[in-house]
């Protein structure tokens, strides 16, 4: 059996050791008195050990942590669970956040005596995170910009708008053909139209395998958007599927001027622009 002097030792010993460690560490009785407490733990909350033995946990740890009802140590004490978390550490007027775990402490009997609270600062590690968090939005909005510049380009590349004469603009469409971009062509088109001047616009769609009704509808809108402008549609290369579609529609295409391939269309563009040139000669002809 041990002497008082090694016994004395093991404990100074054993304190030594706590004092080491750079983590908070506390343990208290089932009254929540403080029998055990380390020199980091102290010093966060601007005391000293000596100060904190024999006082309640909850008297001097502002926190939930050790909440005298709800608190993990009480929990721990309580319910012989172990409980972990985050939460706040008021310390004077600064705000600490803290990640904390608290244990039954048990005898040699298996009874639970009191609780060991170990707990850590997280203020850097969250400055840390938060950093990093914003540095991932971040990073994330430009790969999202760079996916919609690609996007608008690839679209730009996909609906191009060709001046393929002079007072004549074409616009080719090859693969799918859904609602946005049947939109956004339309968009470069009326643009085109008010740049070039054009009197004469080809919407081919020799490309399109097939559309839905929604783009059917779309492509005659684009056709008298066209009108209001002051230019004339042809649209070419209707296809079998293209063509049954528009029927079971029952869309109008009156007026509207339809060839069988984009060399038509544009055969019959030229032959209009020069029939306006020759009408206009003879105008002037007269009147001089």
Not at 29 to 47: F, G, Q, S, V, W
Not at 223 to 250: D, W
Request: hydrophobic content about 40%.
């Amino acid at each position: 059996m041990k002497d008082v002097t090694e016994l004395y030792r093991d404990e100074t010993f054993l304190s030594e050791i706590i004092n080491a460690i750079p983590s908070c560490i506390f343990v208290t009785d089932n009254e929540h008195n403080i029998l055990l407490i380390n020199k980091a733990c102290a010093e966060l909350i601007n005391m000293r050990p000596g100060e904190c033995f024999d006082r309640k946990s909850y008297e001097i740890f502002d926190s939930q942590m050790c909440d005298k009802e709800t608190g993990a140590c009480q929990m721990s004490i309580g319910q012989g669970i172990i409980n972990s978390g985050q939460t706040i550490l008021n310390v004077d007027d600064k705000k600490i956040p803290i990640e904390y775990e608290s244990r039954p402490l048990k005898n040699f009997e298996g009874k639970i005596v009191g609780c060991v609270v170990h707990f850590i600062d997280i203020t850097k590690r969250m400055h840390e995170e938060k950093i990093l968090l914003r540095q991932k939005e971040e990073l994330l909005q430009k790969n999202e910009e760079y996916i919609r510049h690609l996007q608008n380009e690839i679209l730009e590349l996909s609906t191009p708008v060709i001046e393929i004469w002079e007072g004549i603009i074409a616009l080719p469409l090859v693969g799918t053909l859904d609602s946005y971009r049947a939109r956004s062509a339309t968009t470069r088109l009326l643009e085109s139209i008010e740049q070039t001047k054009s009197s004469f616009v080809i919407i081919d769609i020799t490309g399109v395998p097939t559309v839905d009704a929604d783009v059917a509808k779309h492509i005659l809108l684009t056709v008298y958007a066209v009108r209001l402008l002051g230019a004339e549609a042809i649209i070419s290369g209707l296809s079998p599927n293209i063509a049954m579609t528009i029927a079971q529609l029952n869309l109008n295409l009156e007026g509207v001027e339809v060839c069988g391939r984009m060399a038509d269309a544009l055969s019959s563009a030229i032959k209009k622009i020069q029939s306006r040139k020759e009408y206009l000669k003879s105008i002037n002809f007269f009147t001089e």
